[in-house]
């Protein structure tokens, strides 16, 4: 999506919403949107306005609703950001499931593709477990990630503070 074409993080969560629910095939119905949410009828129908308007869903009043090919792409760039975050808060920091829920919620809407892609490689190397004794566990990442994204180098700053 283009800058003009983001969506709000409400209307990611609209979107998401709709995706799981009609994900075994059965038809949309705002009610449903409505408690999955925890939200109102009208601040649902003006969300699938403002979906419909961007043409990432088909709607009518009163009718079912479904995703288009590209609300579609864009719900499930949504769920993966939400679902890697959640992983990563659960494999790599261990935290409980409740918790890690609602911390992705939160930062699904804020984190760039370049991030999530460095989170699903991170969780990746730490399940693997790539050891090497003479190196600390930086150093190891990033000789991890320079075999899967040829040509990554360390940027400025990737040491923080702390290094």
């Not at 409980?96 to 911390?103: P, R």
């Not at 730490?126 to 600390?136: A, F």
């Amino acid at each position: 999506m283009t800058a003009k074409e983001m969506l709000s993080a409400s209307l990611e969560d609209y979107i998401k919403a709709i995706y799981l629910l009609g994900l075994d095939g059965v038809s949309v119905r705002p009610k449903e949107i409505i408690a999955r949410l925890g939200v109102t009828g009208p601040s649902v129908t003006e969300a699938l306005h403002l979906l419909k308007d961007r043409q990432l869903i088909h709607y009518v009043p009163y009718g079912p609703i479904t995703l288009t090919a590209k609300g579609a792409q864009v719900a499930q760039e949504v769920y993966h950001r939400h679902e890697t975050m959640k992983r990563f808060f659960i494999e790599v920091l261990g935290l409980d499931e409740q918790v890690a829920e609602e911390g992705a919620c939160k930062m699904e809407h804020s984190a760039s593709a370049d991030l999530i892609q460095r989170v699903v490689l991170y969780t990746r190397f730490v399940r693997e477990n790539h050891d090497d004794p003479q190196l600390g566990v930086i150093e190891r990442f990033h000789r991890y990630l320079q075999r899967q994204e040829p040509g990554f180098t360390v940027g400025e700053g990737e040491h923080g503070p702390w290094a």
